[in-house]
């Protein structure tokens, strides 16, 4: 079954950075469209951003300040979010992009506030 293990979050001012990680294990990565989703308090997990082999695509929210990359080798996926906003505060988790796997990891919290 497969396993994802997000890492990297932490407490930001507004306009600074953070690189998340996500490491997949019991999968081909290289197979799967994947993605990274957020859940704010009290609403939704929402789309934040998709990779597959060659194409990115991100919601309109975080367009042109976060980046999703890959690392295929290693099985890893990255987002490095720039320009952080107090309502970019969530808990961020990886999955696979289309029909996402119950087995949801734990996330990691990115909390953005002065």
């Known amino acids: 079954q497969v396993q994802f293990v997000e890492s990297g979050g932490g407490l930001v001012q507004p306009g600074g950075s953070l690189r998340l990680s996500c490491a997949a294990s019991?999968?081909?990565?290289?197979?799967?469209?994947m993605a990274w989703y957020r859940q704010a308090p009290g609403k939704q997990r929402e789309l934040v951003a998709r990779i597959s082999s060659s194409t990115t695509n991100y919601a309109d929210s975080v367009k042109d300040r976060f980046t999703i990359s890959r690392d295929n080798a290693k099985n890893m996926m990255y987002l490095q979010m720039n320009n952080l906003k107090p309502e970019d505060t969530a808990v961020y988790y990886c999955n696979y992009g289309v029909r996402p796997s119950a087995s949801w990891g734990q996330g990691t919290q990115v909390t953005v506030s002065s």
């Open positions: 019991e999968i081909i990565f290289s197979m799967y469209i």
